[in-house]
Every structure is written in C-alpha cells, then in structure tokens.
C-alpha cells in the first residue's frame, strides 16, 4: 500500500489543522493506520492510531482530548483532526499503515508498521 500525507501547514497556537492519509492499494480497509511526528532534533514519536475496523483508536497521551483519528475505508483515508495545537505539537506528520488480521488491533510503536508515507509539516506559532 501506498500512503500520501497531507493537509499540513502554518497554525497559530489554540487553532486547528486536519491532516489527511490517503491510501492505494486493494486491501487498505485491513491495515490498522498510525500517526507519528517528528520535530528536529527529537525522535520520532506516537501519535495516534486507528484499527482497520475503525472500533479502535488510541492516542499518545499529549495528544488525548485534542486529536481525533478516523477513517473511511471506502474513500481510503485515514484523518488526523488536530484541535488546541501548542507549539509543541510542531513536526513532521507521518502516516504508516500496518497489515494485520485483527480488526481492532492499534499500534503504538514504529517497528510494527510495514508501510509510511512522505511526512507533511505542521507549524504552530506561539
């Protein structure tokens, strides 16, 4: 599968962005879909991820009660909605998918993913 980030882009602190993953491939309602981010100098880190079946969805701690995921298999998109953005939320997004036969399974780390798109940038101003 291949994945496509986008809808990032200059934010001023406490406003929103909503950021887009979109898929190719013929089995992408069976990928659970993660979002990571990475601003220079740091790791990259966990952001949010949504099981194939969308029943599932977990956050990185910083992020819960500010961003949503969600999808729509028939359009092959996964969505990031980002409410409340701090000037610590600036980085790379990425989007990665990870094959799997588990409707509800969400995945938190890196190295579970099989797949990862091209980052897109999000800048919050203070």
């Known amino acids: 599968v291949q994945l496509q980030a986008y809808g990032g882009g200059l934010v001023q602190a406490g406003g929103s962005l909503r950021l887009s993953c979109a898929a190719s491939g013929r089995t992408f309602s069976t990928y659970c879909i993660g979002w990571f981010r990475q601003a220079p100098g740091k790791e990259r880190e966990y952001v949010a991820a949504i099981s194939w079946s969308g029943g599932s969805a977990d956050y990185a701690d910083s992020v819960k009660g500010r961003f949503t995921i969600s999808r729509d298999n028939a359009k092959n998109k996964v969505y990031l909605q980002m409410n409340s953005l701090k000037p610590e939320d600036m980085a790379v997004y990425y989007c990665?998918?990870?094959?799997?036969?588990?409707?509800?399974?969400?995945?938190?780390?890196?190295?579970?993913?099989?797949?990862w798109g091209q980052g897109t940038q999000v800048t919050v101003s203070s």
């Open positions: 990665a998918a990870e094959a799997t036969m588990y409707p509800l399974l969400t995945g938190s780390t890196a190295y579970e993913y099989d797949y």
